[in-house]
């Protein structure tokens, strides 16, 4: 994805934009009920309660106000619970949320509509047929707040919950993993090995590698017969000592920069181009849960299920399937099975040890995952074995210990056997 495209749907995603537009939107029809009167070709004679309108557009605009404020007191509690329960990197999940963004843009629209008209019937910008109009208008905005108030009433009792967060973070994570398996490269070749006379470049900023625009240095790449090697992959933290690219070809020092402008290195990471946050995330909420000081092994059930359907996702990967790449001359790593799988389960490992029932579903998802991918096999059986000696080492109960031994070695042994 360009940069440009990229950046555009984050702004798309921020909660001032909806809110932005339909209150532009309310204020532009508040607006026209009154520019359009003048041009209506015929004069409208019934009463149907516009002299009523006023009084209306007052309560709508008292109550839209109090609606308005509550939502977004909602929110935030939403977002703190989330933080404090959960991971604080589901938090810009939860911010993006449509339905949400949609209830407080409806009810902020529907202020903002009312202040205007009341603002113009009281500078006497409505003729009868403007107020008509601004009736008419005001009972469809009436419809609209009522329909989003039942649906923003459903969302509410879930919003922030322990499994609306776990659901949030495991959509963003199969998002991003099914980018990586359609793209590992981000549309470039796999890294080589790189020549001694390439230049290094780095770049001034600190912060993480949030997106980086493959398609751009592959046009500069061509436009002035470059070959480029990406050293660091979205996720990575960057300083101004760390190699960012290196360049073979010659280029000058303008070449170079719009090379770095590529590259988007913010203060947070980001779920978009970086298939291993939602596993980190994930992998956070379970290692909360499984703390002592909370002790909810269901939760960390619930995560490891959600960890199995993510990983699932790459049971078709490029390594075993090459996708059709675009030729850009660039080349760019891409994250290691063996680095997902610590992000994934090192966390639950060390603080679900000494849980039997957890102990149980890892054991179980490992062989899952072992089954159904099988060029991860090897690193996935380490993962196992490593698991299997935590467990005799951390648990207590020797009938726990035994209880997981029956079924290590009913599920591994078999495997072993086949797999020989």
Do not use: C
Request: avoid cysteine; charge should be negative; proline fraction near 5%.
């Amino acid at each position: 994805m360009r940069q440009y495209s990229w950046i555009l749907r984050r702004i798309i995603r921020q909660i001032w934009f909806r809110a932005a537009i339909i209150s532009l939107l309310s204020v532009a029809l508040a607006i026209v009920a009154g520019v359009i009167t003048p041009y209506l070709p015929y004069t409208f004679t019934a009463d149907i309660g516009q002299r009523s309108v006023g009084t209306i557009l007052q309560i709508m605009a008292s109550s839209m106000l109090a609606v308005t404020t509550f939502s977004l007191t909602a929110m935030v509690s939403a977002y703190s619970s989330a933080t404090q329960l959960a991971t604080p990197r589901a938090t810009q999940l939860m911010v993006s949320d449509p339905t949400s963004q949609n209830a407080l843009s409806t009810f902020l629209g529907a202020f903002v509509f009312s202040m205007v008209g009341i603002v113009g019937l009281n500078t006497s910008a409505y003729g009868h047929d403007g107020r008509i109009i601004l009736f008419a208008a005001t009972v469809v905005i009436i419809l609209l707040v009522v329909g989003t108030l039942l649906r923003w009433i459903g969302h509410i009792t879930a919003f922030g919950r322990m499994a609306d967060v776990i659901d949030r973070v495991e959509d963003a994570a199969t998002k991003a993993m099914t980018a990586f398996v359609e793209h590992p490269h981000l549309g470039g070749h796999p890294a080589i090995r790189i020549p001694d006379d390439a230049v290094a470049l780095t770049a001034p900023q600190t912060g993480y590698i949030t997106h980086i625009d493959v398609a751009a240095l592959g046009a500069l790449g061509r436009r002035h017969d470059l070959t480029i090697h990406v050293s660091v992959l979205p996720g990575a933290m960057m300083h101004p000592a760390r190699t960012l690219l290196h360049v073979e070809g010659d280029a000058a020092g303008d070449v170079h920069a719009a090379l770095i402008d590529a590259f988007t290195i913010e203060r947070h990471r980001s779920f978009d181009q970086d298939p291993r946050l939602g596993l980190i995330a994930l992998s956070e909420i379970a290692s909360r849960a499984l703390a002592p000081a909370t002790n909810d092994p269901g939760t960390g059930i619930e995560v490891l299920n959600a960890l199995l359907r993510v990983f699932l996702t790459l049971r078709h990967d490029a390594a075993a399937a090459p996708h059709d790449e675009k030729t850009y001359p660039v080349h760019i790593a891409r994250p290691t099975m063996s680095d997902m799988l610590a992000d994934a389960f090192g966390p639950i490992l060390r603080e679900g040890g000494e849980e039997v029932e957890v102990s149980l579903r890892l054991t179980n998802t490992l062989a899952a995952m072992h089954a159904n991918m099988p060029a991860a096999r090897e690193d996935i059986e380490r993962w196992a074995t490593r698991h299997a000696n935590r467990v005799r080492s951390a648990m207590a109960d020797p009938d726990d210990v035994a209880t997981f031994e029956q079924r290590f070695e009913s599920l591994w042994h078999a495997r072993r056997s086949g797999d020989g």
